[in-house]
């Protein structure tokens, strides 16, 4: 079934530890993003990257990293975990970038000790 | 600061009643509202889009609304089945940038035999 995969599904991670968390798309979409959903808060971009090579910064970009080295990939890495990174993490695309409609993966929950 | 106002936090009705989300938003210029439907555990899905000239766009049994002057939007649900469980998103695109995509928090519904 066409659509994003992200892994893992759930972790559970030492602070200060490395963390990358996953995101593979077969839709040859242009557009990528990474989202972070908390309790009681709206859906928070992370990062973005509107087209291979490119990227971005979000509303929450501190504390991660992305690169978007081809189409369809776009990791997301935690270089020294803490805390307040826990979280349930969403990856998603859209064919015509900005506007247009998001397909998201089933997510990623990170639990950071 | 654009801003997406979902109301109520959280629904409980019985199997079969119809029931109306609300969604109003301070996002300008405005280019499209979206409904997404989000089960539990699982990423969100699109239900809806609205642009600024729709005022009323029908999926199956569910129904949005959009009043571009008071900056209004509804999810009318009707004839409410038990898959109907899940939290509703309303999400807003701006025209002003790329990533100026605003999310709601969410409306939690659940529907009991």
């Known amino acids: 079934i066409a659509g994003i995969t992200q892994a893992p599904t759930s972790q559970i991670l030492a602070a200060g530890r490395r963390m990358t968390l996953r995101c593979t798309q077969d839709?040859?979409?242009?557009?990528m993003y990474w989202y972070r959903q908390d309790l009681g808060l709206g859906l928070r971009l992370i990062h973005y990257?509107?087209?291979?090579?490119?990227?971005g910064k979000g509303e929450v970009p501190d504390g991660y990293s992305v690169s978007r080295a081809n189409t369809d990939d776009f990791p997301l890495t935690l270089a020294s975990a803490v805390p307040s990174q826990t979280s349930v993490y969403f990856c998603?695309?859209?064919?015509?970038?900005?506007?247009?409609?998001?397909?998201f993966g089933e997510g990623s929950r990170l639990t950071v000790l | 600061k654009n801003q997406v106002e979902q109301s109520p936090q959280s629904l409980i009705i019985l199997e079969g009643k119809n029931c109306t989300l609300q969604c109003n938003y301070t996002v300008s210029p405005f280019s499209n509202l979206r409904w997404y439907k989000q089960d539990t555990g699982r990423g969100p899905v699109s239900l809806t889009i609205m642009t600024f000239s729709e005022n009323t766009k029908s999926n199956g049994r569910y129904t949005a609304t959009l009043d571009a002057d008071t900056k209004q939007s509804s999810l009318h649900i009707t004839a409410s089945q038990l898959s109907d469980s899940a939290s509703y998103i309303c999400v807003v695109s701006d025209a002003g940038g790329y990533q100026k995509v605003t999310f709601g928090i969410g409306t939690k519904l659940q529907v009991i035999p």
């Open positions: 990257s509107n087209t291979a090579g490119t990227t």
């Open positions: 998603a695309s859209s064919a015509t970038g900005y506007g247009g409609e998001l397909f």
């Open positions: 839709m040859r979409h242009n557009a």
